[in-house]
């Protein structure tokens, strides 16, 4: 275990659906990132979150809409998906955000599937 | 943009000898190369990494080199083992998180 953990493990949605994921990290970390994993594709970043303030947002479309309430949980809203953003999200954190690079610790991922 | 090339895609070794896993960098500011493990249905795993200012690095069976010049880093395993088996990951990073690339993945089957 990573001390990261994601819900739920796996979600099947239709494109008019609304969901959310949710990612927990319980290693006193301060920053926090949503990343894509698409099959032969490299990983991409997606959000960052530093101190609960969004600190990148690398062009992704609006139907994916996350949300920091605090330096602990970080979520992922979901509307009117398309089935190419069926991919694994990846949800990290790391002590912080900013030019240190600090290890970035991450979870197991939810595996998302858009019918 | 930065652009990360890794090699091979896949890779099968017979155990107890070593794999290599090479990527290359376009951005001359990268400065933080990480090596990433990922099993099945699990998330990456930071396994070693290496700074812009290092020549080489080591950790056991796991080793890292860096070529600034020809913007190349590779990933040294010895002595395979079948747990090794797994999907590894080369990222480059410039200016903190806010830039990263990753590289495409390497498939390592280990033989027993």
């Known amino acids: 275990e990573t001390g990261v953990t994601q819900t739920p493990r796996h979600l099947v949605m239709g494109m008019t659906n609304k969901k959310s994921l949710k990612c927990e990290q319980h290693?006193?970390?301060?920053?926090m990132y949503w990343y894509k994993q698409s099959a032969k594709k490299p990983l991409e970043l997606m959000f960052v979150?530093?101190?609960?303030?969004?600190?990148e947002n690398n062009s992704v479309p609006s139907r994916f809409s996350p949300e920091c309430p605090n330096s602990s949980h970080l979520f992922l809203h979901l509307h009117t998906l398309q089935p190419e953003d069926s991919a694994l999200y990846l949800c990290?954190?790391?002590?912080?955000?900013?030019?240190?690079?600090?290890?970035?610790?991450f979870g197991p991922g939810t595996r998302l599937t858009v019918l | 943009g930065e652009n990360v090339e890794q090699h091979p895609s896949t890779l099968s070794v017979q155990e107890g000898d070593s794999a290599v896993i090479k990527c290359t960098y376009s951005?001359?500011?990268?400065?933080?190369f990480p090596w990433y493990k990922q099993e099945l249905g699990k998330g990456p795993q930071l396994i070693i990494d290496?700074?812009?200012?290092?020549g080489e690095k080591k950790d056991q069976r796991i080793a890292v080199t860096l070529n600034k010049t020809a913007k190349h880093f590779s990933l040294h395993i010895t002595e395979t083992q079948p747990e090794d088996s797994a999907v590894y990951f080369c990222?480059?990073?410039?200016?903190?998180?806010?830039?990263?690339?990753f590289g495409i993945g390497t498939k390592l089957q280990v033989i027993p």
């Open positions: 990290a954190s790391s002590q912080t955000g900013g030019p240190s690079t600090d290890t970035q610790y």
């Open positions: 290693l006193g970390h301060n920053a």
């Open positions: 979150y530093n101190f609960k303030e969004q600190t």
């Open positions: 951005d001359s500011a990268s400065n933080y």
């Open positions: 290496i700074r812009s200012n290092v």
């Open positions: 990222a480059s990073f410039s200016g903190g998180y806010q830039k990263v690339t």
